[in-house]
């Protein structure tokens, strides 16, 4: 290896989980770049709905702790929601209840028990706008975004690689506890709808919920194991828009604008660790985040950039 790289991080991927971690470094000071075969508008983090809410993620009290980490950062980018693409919205979790979900839920500002289920006012992310703006925050700090396929990590030549893949990880790792959890949404039309709203189903693969968004209002959505294919189903759109009309009645009529799916890295547990390469540089793997990615994102940035020499507290 080059000795002027031996100070640098490269951080391969350029999800949300690879942007957030590569400016969390770049902004402790580090030399950072970031590899990624698809640029941040072509990941499943730029699919996304996307809520602040732990979701289909493991294992809970690390998650709630980075969710809440996280929290705080989106309350603060919700200021400059144009410019963030971070926004407070108000909004119900259909059938949820407070007792069933961690000690985290108890430090969540304004979460409350309402007839239907919870309610709450929390960060709904625009994710094409965000995933631009985390890009121009990292060039501000002195990254560069290249576009490169690795096929091996331990050929990557940085004194720190960061491994942020998602389910690319699955082959890379390789790492075959990483499986896709497909998810499929419908944009449509917003017919007037300024709240957000969730009811899921944990007996089936289909939930029901809709989002505001500045761009339309994104209908949801499905949870299917193991699934690969990144075709949205004509069928499973068609239901998607009833199960939301049943909901909102105004929504039956909205014109769709697009259709999105994405392939969730599903994991038993988010791999957040630190690994010695054979030739003694250091592997950080931050994958795995399943269906929150960007819940938990700047706790587990954090968390990363700590795990790969950068002072804490950034
Ligand atoms: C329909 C849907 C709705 C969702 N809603 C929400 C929500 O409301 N709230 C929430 O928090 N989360 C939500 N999620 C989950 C969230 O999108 C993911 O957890 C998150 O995007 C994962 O981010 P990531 O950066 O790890 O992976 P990705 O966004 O997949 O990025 C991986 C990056 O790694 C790169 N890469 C992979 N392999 C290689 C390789 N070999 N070489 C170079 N680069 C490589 C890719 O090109 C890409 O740049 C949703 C997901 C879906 C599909």
């Known amino acids: 290896m080059k000795r002027e790289s031996s100070d640098e991080v490269i951080v391969v991927g350029s999800g949300v989980a ?5 400016v969390v470094l770049a902004e402790s000071g580090r030399r950072v770049r970031v590899w990624a075969r698809e640029p941040a508008e072509r990941t499943t983090s730029a699919v996304a709905g996307a809520l602040w809410w732990p979701y289909r993620i493991e294992p809970e009290p690390l998650v709630g702790a980075w969710a809440l980490d996280s929290l705080g950062v989106y309350e603060e980018l919700a200021g400059r929601p144009e410019e963030t693409g971070v926004r407070l919205v108000e909004g119900v979790h259909r059938g949820t209840r407070l007792d069933e979900l961690g000690a985290w839920a108890g430090r969540v500002p304004g979460l409350r028990a309402v ?12 994710m094409p ?5 985390l890009r121009e925050r990292f060039a501000e700090a002195g990254g560069r975004v290249e ?16 491994n942020c893949t998602g ?11 990483v499986r896709p959890v497909r998810g499929q949404l419908v944009v449509v039309e917003n017919p007037g709808i300024t709240t957000w709203f969730t009811s899921v189903d944990h007996s089936c693969d289909a939930s029901t919920y809709f989002f505001p968004q500045p761009g339309g209002l994104l209908l949801g959505g499905t949870a ?14 068609a239901a998607i828009v ?4 049943a909901v909102r009645p105004e929504i039956a009529g909205a014109r769709v604008l697009a259709h999105r799916v994405g392939l969730r890295p599903a994991r038993d547990s988010v791999r957040l660790e630190r690994q010695t390469l054979p030739d003694g540089r250091l592997l950080v793997h931050n994958y795995g985040h399943g269906g929150a990615g960007i819940t938990v994102a700047w706790g587990c940035a954090r968390e990363a950039a700590e795990l790969a020499g950068a002072a804490p507290g950034v």
């Open 18 to 22: 690879g942007l957030t971690t590569a």
């Open 115 to 126: 007839s239907e289920g919870l309610a709450a006012r929390l960060p709904l992310i625009d």
């Open 129 to 133: 706008v965000h995933l631009a703006w």
């Open 147 to 162: 576009e490169r396929e690795v096929t091996d990590l331990a050929s990557v030549p940085a004194g720190v690689v960061v």
């Open 167 to 177: 389910l690319g990880a699955r082959s890379l790792v390789p790492d075959p506890a």
């Open 224 to 237: 299917e194991e193991d699934a690969w294919s990144p075709e949205p189903d004509p069928a499973t759109a």
């Open 242 to 245: 009833a199960r939301c009309a």
